[in-house]
């Protein structure tokens, strides 16, 4: 995937993730969590210029039965 | 010596020939525990009573010719992310203070099965989110951390407390404490350790293991823990060889690879240059050396923290609205932005791993394990925030020592953590050596071969 420019995070936008994962933070919280939202998107952005094609993800589901 | 500074191996010689007590040896270690705890704070609990008491059974079964094996009597400390029937998991967290388990996990069950005698619960960084376990101390420098997250089972193997430390790693946190306290630590191969009953931080990076004295210790340990188990989604149905059989074959004919980037790029001087006098001394033993180019070095930390981090939230999720309130700040930041991640970026992370998996199997064609340093910089100290490697880049204490383990982590490889020196500060170092899939023996033979050859683990912190 061709690397795509994110805009920073603003305040809204913070406010709308938030909104989205039902996750009531008061200010404070909010204030914390704005760096670190950045941050964390930041490292899946350095993911968009591998190209992973077919690849499947390295999750293990083993139907039998225990 | 004291029983308490002896090593499992020896110990458990002594048990079998009744040269020692196992209540005289979980006695010692209580004792120790009473010297130290005041400047160390490892445990989260010490069980005195219940430990004595198991003592003195495995005393009258060894007495009446019940002997079980190397574990039998052997004083553990287990982090306090597993579960310990009738005990609290409280994951040093105020959210799980009164969390009691009613079962044990399945390294517990394995480790009493064994007739390992448990005295106590050790601190964790809260939930094992974080590496500096910050209830704990180190004991070569009480003014430094002990690493983390199993920072009280790497203190407390440290300086005595008990003889082995049961740890988990999801990004290095049975390697950090053993590096930055002086100690052993294996982490196991993916699937090997049976994790049920352990308060998960990421299914799909937590890895289950020891730490402990000797390299012998933890071949030891894992022989015990090894092994397929259902209730763990996880657990690989892999045959459990020998893991003492090979311990003394020595790095003779083996093929280790220095890699050539990633581990050496943000390295302590003082590291570096024990590290490299370390594979200098495996060279020397007869071991092949081979430089070798980590893949997807720029890529790990994403793929680590992109597993972890919404991993970590979706555990936490109920926890985090009922009691949010009681996390600590930097443990609570970071689920709090694990919400916020969407399912694409999540699986993205997990595709790309399976690229990181397969570029490893192509640069281990040839090789028989990796050598590097496990850290790249010795114990911070309480407070400290960041290091400054040559070159004035710097890096938070997570980031640097996380990179390091990472790939461990990301790959699910065996890596194993042993002593190889010492800063002019008297900090310890580690060398890390890092194997293929489920080839733990051949790890715990090149970290016995340099063990053999040196003496770091012998040295005690002067507490």
Redesign the interface.
Known sequence: MAPTPRSPLGDEA?DQ??A??R?D?GTE?RA??GP??T???G??D??DG?A?GE????????ARW? | MRPHELSIAEAARQIERRTLSPVELVQSALDRIEEVEGRLNAFVAVTAEQALEAARQAEEEIGDGGYRGPLHGIPVGIKDLYDTAGLPTTSSSAVRSDHLATEDSACVARLRDAGAVVVGKTHTHEFAYGVLTPTTRNPWDTGRVPGGSSGGSGAAVAAGECLVGMGTDTGGSIRIPASVCGTVGLKPTFGRVSRFGITSLCW?LDHAGPLTRTVRDAALTLQVLAGFD??D??SAKEPVPDFTADLDAGVRGLTLGVPTNYFFDDVDPEVESAVREAIGVLEAQGATLRDVEIPYA??M???E??VL?PEASAYHQEM??ES?DRYT?DV???L??????LAT?Y?????????V?QAFRRAFEGLDALVCPTLPAAAAEVGQQTFTFPGGREKTVIDAWVGHAAPGNVTGLPALSVPCGYTSAGLPIGLQVIGRPFDEGGVLRVGQAYGSATDWSSRRPAL
Request: aromatic share 6%; proline share 4%; hydrophobic share 55%.
């Open positions: 913070l993730l938030l989205h994962a996750l933070l919280r914390a969590a670190a939202v941050m964390v998107l490292l899946y350095s993911l591998i992973v690849t499947p993800p390295a999750s293990g589901f083993d225990a | 799909s259902a209730r989604p996880g720029d890529q930390m994403a793929v923290f992109g981090v985090l609205r949010g700040d609570r930041v970071f709090d932005a694990g919400e916020t991640v970026q699986i993205k992370a997990l595709r790309v791993r399976t690229l998996q």
